[in-house]
């Protein structure tokens, strides 16, 4: 990707790192623990229009998108995770919030790029795919999931051309590198560093679900997407601070 993203390091310590950065770990991850299914769609147009800031995430199918958000949230089968790709067949919705006061949305997409997939179904999903990154308006931040054995391939490359204008207009935009337990040290540097190329300047971190690799980095940097005037608040005082406002026509 060329276009300089609006993230502000590349930091894999993250926005929070510092004497307080257990704490905002802290935070970020309770905040996470709070997950719930929301609702789970065929398409854009039954997705219900909501306020919350919602991050989306995206990539090739079996990147491990699912897994992801299940070790994010603490949870073991809040998304549907399998060896089989091609099972998020859905746009899957989680509300986050504490004392059940939604404050943001995580979005499970189905991914792209299933080889066995008719070609007629997988034209139908780009469309709906291009249709929500373009169009859905509470959409605040994309994570792109990439497995870096295979790097950035051409799918991604459409999809970040796709939400090419939003970023610019201020889209928050994260490349995870996932499976990196796949890899050894020094193949997880180079990865890091080729994928920070492509991603023109935009964040990209390493995760891996079962070492545990990233989590707190991924936690945090979702947390403050989410909550950007929150960052220095009192965690204690965060739900009154980001009351939801109400859900528009
Ligand atoms: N080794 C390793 N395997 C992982 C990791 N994350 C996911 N997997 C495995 O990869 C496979 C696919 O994971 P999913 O989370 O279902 O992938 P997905 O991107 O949601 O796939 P679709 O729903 O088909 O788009 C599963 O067998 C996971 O256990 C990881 O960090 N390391
Ligand atoms: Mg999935």
Known sequence: MTTNTNTTSNSQAG????????????????????????????????????????????????????????????????????????????????????????????????????AAVPKQDKIRWQQVMANYLVTRRNLMGIVLMCDPRHGLTELDEILLDVIRPRVQEGLKFLIVLTKSDKLTRSEATKALSIARLQAGGGEVMLFSAPKRKGIDEVAKLLWTWAHPRADSADPDTLNTAQAPRPAGP
């Open 15 to 114: 926005p929070s790192s510092g004497s307080d950065g257990k704490s905002q770990t802290t935070v970020a991850l309770g905040w996470l623990h709070t997950a719930k299914f929301l609702t789970t769609a065929p398409e854009l147009h039954y997705l219900p229009p909501l306020e919350v800031p919602e991050i989306a995430f995206v990539g090739r199918s079996n990147a491990g998108k699912s897994t992801c958000i299940n070790t994010l949230t603490q949870q073991k089968q809040l998304a549907f995770a399998s060896k089989k790709p091609g099972r998020t067949q859905h746009i899957n919705l989680f509300s986050l919030g504490k004392q059940g006061v939604m404050d943001a949305v995580l979005t499970d997409l189905p991914g792209y790029g299933y």
